[in-house]
């Protein structure tokens, strides 16, 4: 994990970078001998005899994918939670992964201490290793950029492309619970039992990536991707990548009891649901002769896993995914999916 360049913008830490590096952090690498104590500038990663790396990447950047009123520890939860759930749609067990810190100004040693404690504990729950990075000041919000390495056997890694016409469309857990949170946490929804609003909050900020779940559907599962953009979103983008389309059955869509009380008989927002995000369970499409080892797994994990939907051949016109009321004919969802670079995003 590399200090930032000496000229720029400086940290409010009140401490050298190399110092922070040190004193926060390098104790996150201890077990990944790769990583060197953080002490050099850059690391090695070996996979298991017969396994491969699978990589992924996700940046966040408070105003725009957390509000910046968010503590410390709540945010290094949220920022590998998500990436661990990129390689759990993959069917990968995560390894290690890099952090890159751009701190603004306001940031002190406090903050930093908080964050490196709760990635400690993330780190204890899921079995990873920090493996290296980079730290450096900004005078603009903060970013984290997280770079995460899983390991899988050879030639297994679930992909958005395998999809066929013809196969049933899953998503394990429930879905729009963390869209109604980050609506309490912003102070656009308001709901009054405390439990309820508590479930929520922390469905956006603790989510629940399926490292159990995604590696048992190696071999089962046809396609795979992480709803992290919306479920429309994502299951849009296993369409794309397999030249498909889907139908899903909006009755069929899981929700949590506290979802459910809280859209009631509102239909638009229960459909908004299906676009809001953040929820990082995994959508998947599987041949309907998977349907007992679908079952199985969802008992052997303790996570629920609903069939949502089927895949179809495309046509002209119509919309990637179609998603389909009590009768069967078709409701308005709208593109769907946070999409970046466009102002209504911001969070």
């Known amino acids: 994990m590399k200090p930032g360049p000496p000229t720029g913008p400086k940290m409010a830490t009140g401490i050298d970078e190399f110092d922070l590096i040190r004193s926060?952090?390098?104790?996150?690498?201890?077990g990944e001998p790769g990583a060197l104590d953080l002490?050099?500038?850059?690391?090695?990663?070996?996979?298991?005899?017969?396994?491969?790396?699978?990589?992924?990447?996700?940046?966040?950047?408070?105003?725009?994918?957390?509000?910046?009123?968010?503590?410390?520890?709540?945010?290094?939860?949220?920022?590998?939670?998500v990436n661990l759930s990129d390689i759990a749609a993959k069917g990968a067990r995560p390894r290690?992964?890099?952090?890159?810190?751009?701190?603004?100004?306001?940031?002190?040693?406090?903050w930093v201490e908080a964050f490196a404690?709760?990635?400690?504990?993330?780190?204890?729950?899921?079995?990873?290793?920090?493996?290296?990075?980079?730290t450096t000041g900004t005078p603009g919000p903060l970013t984290i950029n997280i770079n995460i390495f899983g390991e899988i056997s050879e030639n297994s890694m679930i992909t958005r492309s395998g999809a066929s016409a013809g196969e049933d469309v899953y998503v394990s857990g429930s879905i729009g619970d963390a869209m109604l949170g980050l609506a309490v946490l912003k102070g656009d929804l308001t709901v009054e039992n405390g439990d309820d609003r508590a479930f929520l909050e922390r469905r956006f900020l603790r989510p629940d990536p399926r490292v159990t779940t995604g590696p048992a559907l190696v071999g089962v599962a046809s396609a795979a991707a992480d709803v992290s953009d919306g479920l429309v979103a994502d299951l849009g983008h296993i369409c794309s990548a397999s030249n498909l389309a889907a139908r899903v059955d909006l009755e069929a869509v899981p929700l949590s009891e506290t979802a459910r009380g809280t859209v009631t008989d509102d239909q638009p927002l229960r459909i908004n649901l299906l676009t809001g995000g953040d929820d990082?369970?995994?959508?998947?499409t599987a041949p309907v002769s998977a349907r007992d080892s679908i079952e199985l797994i969802s008992s052997e994990t303790d996570v629920a896993i609903s069939r949502i939907g089927i895949m179809t051949e495309k046509t002209s016109g119509a919309p990637e995914v179609v998603v389909l009321d009590g009768s069967g004919n078709p409701v308005e969802v709208g593109v769907g999916g946070f999409r970046h670079f466009e102002e209504e995003n911001a969070r």
């Open 117 to 134: 404690a709760s990635l400690g504990d993330e780190q204890r729950e899921f079995g990873v290793t920090l493996l290296g990075g980079d």
């Open 96 to 110: 290690a992964y890099t952090l890159s810190l751009v701190l603004p100004q306001t940031v002190g040693l406090d």
């Open 280 to 284: 990082y369970e995994i959508v998947f």
């Open 24 to 30: 926060c952090f390098a104790r996150l690498s201890s």
């Open 39 to 81: 002490r050099d500038d850059a690391a090695w990663l070996r996979p298991e005899a017969g396994m491969e790396l699978v990589v992924s990447a996700d940046a966040i950047v408070a105003g725009v994918h957390f509000p910046d009123t968010i503590d410390p520890a709540d945010i290094a939860r949220r920022a590998l939670r």
